[in-house]
Nanobody, 122 residues
Framework: QVQLVESGGGLVQAGGSLRLSCAAS????????MGWFRQAPGKEREFVAA????????DYADSVKGRFTISRDNAKITLYLQMNSLKPEDTAAYYC???????????????WGQGTQVTVSS
C-alpha cells in the first residue's frame, strides 16, 4: 500500500508556471507507474500525464503536451508535474495516482492522493 500527498498548487496568472509534487510514503513507490489527473467542478476526473516506474516512458494528454512535464525521483520517492504556459482551462484539482501498470486509464490506478487545487486567472 502507498499513501500519496500532493502539494504545490495555488493561484497563478495565465502564462505562468507551477510545479506540483506528490510525495509517497514508501520506497515501493519505485515499483509503481504514476500518473497525474485533474478534475474541474462538474466534470469527470481526466488524464493529464503518466510515467513508468523508471521514468523512461511518459505519456501526455493532447491538451497539455508541450506545456507540462511529468518526472519522478525514486530516491526521493516523489513525483512531479512541471506546468508552464498555464491557461484558465487548466484550472482544476490535480491528483496523483499510483498503478501497477503504465497507462491512461483511470481505473488502473489503485492509490490516490487528496488533490491540490490549481487556479489560473485570465
Amino acid at each position: 500500500q502507498v499513501q500519496l500527498v500532493e502539494s504545490g498548487g495555488g493561484l497563478v496568472q495565465a502564462g505562468g508556471s507551477l510545479r506540483l509534487s506528490c510525495a509517497a510514503s514508501t520506497r515501493t513507490f519505485s515499483l509503481y507507474a504514476m500518473g497525474w489527473f485533474r478534475q474541474a467542478p462538474g466534470k469527470e476526473r481526466e488524464f493529464v500525464a503518466a510515467i513508468n516506474w523508471s521514468g523512461g516512458t511518459t505519456d501526455y494528454a493532447d491538451s497539455v503536451k508541450g506545456r507540462f512535464t511529468i518526472s519522478r525521483d525514486n530516491a526521493k520517492i516523489t513525483l512531479y508535474l512541471q506546468m508552464n504556459s498555464l491557461k484558465p482551462e487548466d484550472t482544476a484539482a490535480y491528483y496523483c495516482g499510483a498503478s501497477s501498470s503504465f497507462g491512461r486509464d483511470r481505473a488502473r490506478y489503485g492509490y490516490w492522493g487528496q488533490g491540490t487545487q490549481v487556479t489560473v486567472s485570465s
